[in-house]
């Protein structure tokens, strides 16, 4: 008989490449995590693992292997969902993964009502960023988190995960006063109409991976027309950094970085300071703009989701956090439909 935690260490090596990379994630030694492989191999009656200089590489046995784990795990969610619907009223630990503008913006709100309709539960919020979220929650230090994407980096598909919409918010290049082009708006006045058109926007979510739109001739030229200024963006190894940089790549040049910070708060602190211009979501300039700071609308999108393992949409706390998410999201945000 397979053992369900031994396939769970098939399926991190599957997707980390390394056993010193399974065994950091999931708290094991690299010698404990060999040792379960290696029984894993014994039960299955059959290679599973083969060496390629220092990182394993699955065998076709093994990557068949990892499928039925999917499958597996993904029951096992259901099956755990089920046994929470059963018992009476919610309690214990959630642990909530979520990116700094939504714990700031939305889940304090969400918190609260939670609290309100669940008193027995305990949510548990780290701030961790979306690339982060995919292993995090396979290897169970998550049970739920909000992800985003943005056009020109959308998210990718990954085993074992799914999600649901939760908001669009519009994209903005931020800029010092003096040195915005005449098509650049007031900070509020800019918002203001951002939020008057979502009172009207029945879009709903693009999916995961899904095409995104390019940028159109109008914001190629508000981009350019910064090409020489000094970019501010987030670290290398974010969604945003990249946003950023692909964003300036598809309207013809590389952004010369002068600084790397991940707050958005900060980030206009910066450029209002004429250290440099940036590209922030709506999100990020929703609280008081100084008025040294030019906001332009673009046509980018950043999409947020509900993130949680494969199997568990059913769960009752994972529902109910979602819908206390839901609840929370500001109006001025596009929301797609709810699900069912």
Known sequence: MLDVRRLRLLRELARRGTIAAVAEALAFSPSAVSQQLAVLEREAGLPLLERTGRR??????????????????ER?????ADLAEARSGLAGALRVGAFPTAIRAIVP???????RRHPGLEPMVSETDPAEVAHALRAGDLDVALIHEYDFVPAPQEPGLATQPLYRESMYLAAPAQATPAQATPARAALAETEAEADTDTDTDTGAGAAAPGPGPEQGAVLRAHSDAPWITATPGTLCHAMALRACQAAGFTPRIRHRVDEFPTVLALVAAGQGVAVVPQLGVMGPVDPAVSLTRLLMERRTKIAFRSGAAAHPAVAAFGAALRAAVPPELATPASPA
Not at 76 to 80: K, R, S, T
Not at 109 to 115: D, E, T
């Open 56 to 73: 394993v590489r699955l065998t076709a046995a093994g990557q068949n292997l990892v499928r039925h784990a999917e499958a597996v795990l």
């Open 76 to 80: 096992l969610e259901q099956a755990d």
């Open 109 to 115: 709100a969400a918190l609260v009502a939670l609290a």
